[in-house]
């Protein structure tokens, strides 16, 4: 066997958990360190240069338990990325949705899991299968005392899909109109009911309406969206106090609150006096933070981390099934990707199971193609491409790749089988370690890291090469997630908008615009069985593993559950006397 756990181990080596638990001092700087490495193929042993942390280790044992004065009424989060906004209408991230749903509220909303319930509406009813109508509830007030009525959610929807009716820095259209498109329209036809006309059946509305939340129109209108972003007001749990930038947003509790959804206990006001978002984007900082009595939740534990935080006293570490699927996307359009062999040898090429053991201590669960485990509508007849390295060589064989000259690596025609996994400093310890395994078989496989702004022009471009990142699957549902990733790219459309293999099959684009508007549950899963089918032969990417979603908090915050859609409602939340 040329790949070992050794050689997958070496490559995963970054920030040990020691490490991390030592980071209530400064982090320690990257420096350019020897290592001794096995080469694949080889009984060589070489050193090379390789980038670590370096760090001292500190004993578990020293750290303390989180203590805090008694009777607190305030809760801290830890988020490990600011938000973008805080316009609901005005954003496409996790962060800034976790924050403004604190503060707005929506028709439904989701539980912890893929449910969903009434909030603002009282009744949804599909008039037929393109008319949705919807019966609001009566005496819920905005934050500045006025009620909310049929022209608050008109306007709301009106702002997000109609074009550039966001004004302000300068004109442009809400990002969430791809989170649904297929509304047309929106009209009153009472002071607490509107009816919502859409271009065709759309059987993911439930799922998709708790991404939009309900602004206030007198009051949009009188301040405009900059006057808004500054001093946002709505009908949620908590209302605005302050924002320093946005790293560290201050929200009080809204006395006067409607309770949020009626089946989802508790309803009322929120338990807590006020709540408070700080941006910590450091993992290591997080966790020193909770244990320092800082802050009283923490969002992205580390998952090496997990088992000790959760035996530290006064820690409380829960997971949830994550929505964040992560691949390494092949260009189909650029050799040697261009050839359905070699990508279908890179999946066999890759051991999951490893790597969800060495990288995730176990929490995560590897992809069978295209769609979460949890998906609602996975095909359940997938399993994910087995750990066969003699299979992946044998295919890259056929295809033309061998090592003819062996010195360990491949090559067709003269030229080495070498390219570089383009990904973002998140995913550094997945990345490198799947690069090591391709380099177990004899592919000359780099790591580059970028920021996402500066690459993703490239991307869209076409002009890289292997992509290794996720793309979120927070509805439980194909749409909104499927047809960004699979369908081949529409400019003006949310088809291909986050398609950076250049895949595109005209067989699974149609199966996936018919899967958008197809009512029938058995009729959409054949749809999409065969989509997913389609895709995971093509191979366009190399399906890796969805990690657990863990978070951690005090021990004596009450009423919490992580989310696997990663948000964090704080209006359930308690502090214990």
């Known amino acids: 066997m040329l790949a070992t756990k050794k050689t997958l181990l070496a490559c995963v080596s970054l920030i040990t958990l020691l490490a991390l ?48 004065p008694p009777g607190r009424d305030v809760i801290i989060v830890g988020l490990s990325a600011a938000p973008d906004t805080l ?5 496409r991230n996790r962060q800034s949705e976790t924050v403004v749903r604190n503060m707005f509220d929506g028709l439904v909303t989701r539980d912890s899991t893929s449910g969903v319930h009434l909030e603002l509406a009282e009744e949804i009813n599909w008039l037929d299968d393109v008319t949705l109508e919807v019966k609001l509830r009566e005496g819920v007030l905005f934050h500045d005392g006025v009620e909310m009525t049929a022209d608050d959610v008109v306007f709301t929807f009106e702002r997000i899909i109609l074009e550039n009716m966001i004004e302000y820095p300068e004109a442009h259209t809400s990002p969430r109109k791809g989170l649904i498109a297929p509304l047309e329209s929106i009209e009153k036809t009472g002071d607490y009911t509107v009816v919502m006309h859409f271009s065709a059946a759309w059987p993911v509305a439930m799922q998709m309406l708790v991404h939009q939340q309900i602004v206030p129109k007198h009051y949009l209108e009188e301040v405009g969206t900059e006057g808004f972003v500054a001093q946002p007001i709505g009908t949620g749990p908590f209302k605005f106090v302050s924002a320093t930038g946005l790293d560290e947003i201050v929200m009080e509790r809204f006395d006067d609150y409607s ?10 006001p929120a338990c807590v006096r006020q709540a408070v978002f700080k941006v910590i984007p450091e993992a290591s ?8 009595g800082e802050v009283d939740i923490i969002q992205g534990v580390p998952a090496e981390l997990v088992d000790t935080l959760a035996q530290t006293p006064g820690v409380q570490v829960k997971g949830a099934a994550g929505t964040q699927p992560k691949w390494m996307e092949m260009n189909v359009n650029m050799a040697p990707f261009d050839d359905v062999l070699v990508r279908q040898a890179m999946n066999y090429a890759v051991d999951k199971e490893l790597i969800i053991e060495a ?18 509508y996975v095909n359940k007849s997938l399993e994910p491409y087995a750990y066969d390295p003699d299979q992946a060589l044998a295919l890259l064989a056929d295809a033309g790749w061998t090592d003819s000259d062996g010195d360990g690596t491949l090559d067709k025609d003269g ?20 690069a090591g ?27 890289r090469q292997a992509y290794l990142d996720d793309w979120g699957d927070s509805a439980f549902d194909p749409v909104g997630h499927f047809e960004a990733k699979w369908h081949g790219f529409v400019e003006g459309e949310p088809y291909g908008r986050g398609n950076f293999s250049g895949y595109n099959n005209e067989r699974v684009n149609e199966l996936i615009k018919l899967g958008e508007i197809t009512v029938a549950t058995d009729e959409r899963q054949a749809l999409y069985d065969e989509a997913q089918q389609l895709v995971y032969d093509e191979a366009p990417a190399v399906f890796l593993v969805l990690p657990e979603e863990a978070e951690a908090a005090r021990a004596d915050i009450l009423n919490w559950t992580p989310a696997s859609d990663s948000r964090i409602n704080l209006h359930d939340v308690c502090i214990a006397p």
């Open 285 to 292: 900082t997080r966790v020193a933070a909770l244990l320092a």
């Open 259 to 268: 309770g949020g959804a009626p089946d989802l206990e508790p309803v009322g």
């Open 87 to 91: 316009d609901p209408a005005d954003h």
């Open 359 to 376: 990288i995730y201590g176990g929490r995560a669960v590897a992809l069978p193609g295209t769609l979460s485990p949890y998906n609602n």
């Open 21 to 68: 638990l030592a980071a209530c001092g400064p982090t320690p700087e990257p420096q350019v360190v020897k290592e001794t490495v096995i080469v694949a193929g080889t009984p060589e042993v070489v050193e090379k240069e390789v980038t670590k942390v370096v760090t001292e280790q500190v004993e578990v044992e020293k750290v303390v338990t989180p203590t805090a």
């Open 415 to 434: 030229q080495p089988f070498s390219f570089t996994i383009d990904t973002l400093e998140d995913f550094r310890p997945l990345a490198e370690a799947v």
């Open 437 to 463: 395994q391709f380099r177990a078989i004899g592919i000359d496989a780099g790591v580059r890291f970028w920021e996402y702004s500066v690459v993703k022009p490239m991307l869209q471009a076409g002009e």
